[in-house]
Nanobody, 124 residues
Framework: QVQLVESGGGLVQAGGSLRLSCAAS????????MGWFRQAPGKEREFVAA????????ASADSVKGRFTISRDNAKNAMYLQMNTLKPEDTAVYYC?????????????????WGTGTQVTVSS
């Protein structure tokens, strides 16, 4: 079965950096668009960034542009999210997700598979 496992979360001070990883198994990774979403307490899960199968096409939320970078390594079945200049409002559980779709990749309902999430906490 498909498994997506996130890692790399933790506690960091504002202005700091973290690198999240997502390890995928049970799917032909190179054929899937991969995405990162996040959910803060009391809020809906929101799109953060996505990267299409080739890695050459990405999308990101306005709130993270210029600070977060998404990447993938198809040889390792892995996806990453480099998060720089973190802010307290970035505090959330971050989820990895996978979809065979090429369109609609900023929308939760487009994704078929989800990880269980990793907590990111940014202190002020």
């Amino acid at each position: 079965q498909v498994q997506l496992v996130e890692s790399g979360g933790g506690l960091v001070q504002a202005g700091g950096s973290l690198r999240l990883s997502c390890a995928a198994s049970g799917l032909t990774f190179s054929r899937y668009t991969m995405g990162w979403f996040r959910q803060a307490p009391g809020k809906e899960r929101e799109f953060v960034a996505a990267i299409r199968w080739s890695g050459g096409s990405t999308a990101s939320a306005d709130s993270v542009k210029g600070r977060f970078t998404i990447s993938r390594d198809n040889a390792k079945n892995a996806m990453y999210l480099q998060m720089n200049t973190l802010k307290p409002e970035d505090t959330a559980v971050y989820y990895c997700a996978a979809t065979p779709a090429l369109l609609g990749v900023t929308t939760r309902r487009s994704y078929d598979y989800w990880g269980t999430g990793t907590q990111v906490t940014v202190s002020s």
